[in-house]
């Protein structure tokens, strides 16, 4: 969703002169990381002016962009933590489980005194099930990571296209006011 709504956007962005009409678009599009860099950067231009800093605006503008777009990719990685720490601890689990599945084997052959398949069969089932559990966890975890990852990336790269095209054909747009 958040790629379709940059496209939108990006789409929107170009051709336009009118910095009144992006910022309304954009303050409105709350779900859509390049309208959040593009409201950010336009509030540190304006803050530059009204502080007097005699800094070269187009940096000004771009470490804006640069921030921005970091405190962007940040949150969206941060949605992503559970998928990664199920994925690497899931099958730990699992293999603890399947440790305990095989030491109740052993202990029931030990109170026993018979290693018959009716002894050991209870412990080794427990360790087939905690394996797979273990394994259902964490497949789908990587696979959604993994997923998760690529789709961030792809964010990443359109976000740093945004922040050249401002920076190479619309700075005017922030002079424009």
């Known amino acids: 969703k958040i790629q379709e709504n940059i496209e939108k956007y990006a789409t929107f962005f170009q051709g336009q002169s009118n910095i009144e009409a992006v910022l309304q678009k954009s303050q409105n599009a709350t779900l859509n990381p390049m ?3 593009l409201v950010y950067a336009y509030q540190a231009f304006q803050k530059s002016l009204k502080d007097n800093q005699n800094q070269n605006k187009k940096e000004v503008i771009e ?3 640069m921030r921005s777009k970091a405190n962007e990719i940040a949150f969206l990685e941060s949605r992503i933590s559970f998928l990664a720490t199920t994925g690497s ?6 293999l603890f489980g399947t440790v305990w599945g095989i030491m109740n084997a052993f202990l029931s052959i030990s109170a026993k005194g018979a290693t018959n398949l009716a002894v050991v069969a209870p412990g080794i ?5 905690a394996t797979a559990i273990g394994l259902v966890a964490a497949i789908p975890a990587v696979i959604g990571y993994n997923y998760c990852v690529h789709k961030i990336r792809t964010t990443g790269q359109s976000l740093d296209e945004f922040s ?4 190479d054909q619309n700075l005017h747009l922030f002079q424009s006011k």
């Open 63 to 65: 470490h804006a962009l």
């Open 35 to 37: 309208a959040s860099m």
């Open 164 to 167: 050249s095209e401002i920076l």
């Open 125 to 129: 089932a427990e360790a087939l099930i």
């Open 89 to 94: 601890s899931a099958p730990f689990i699992g």
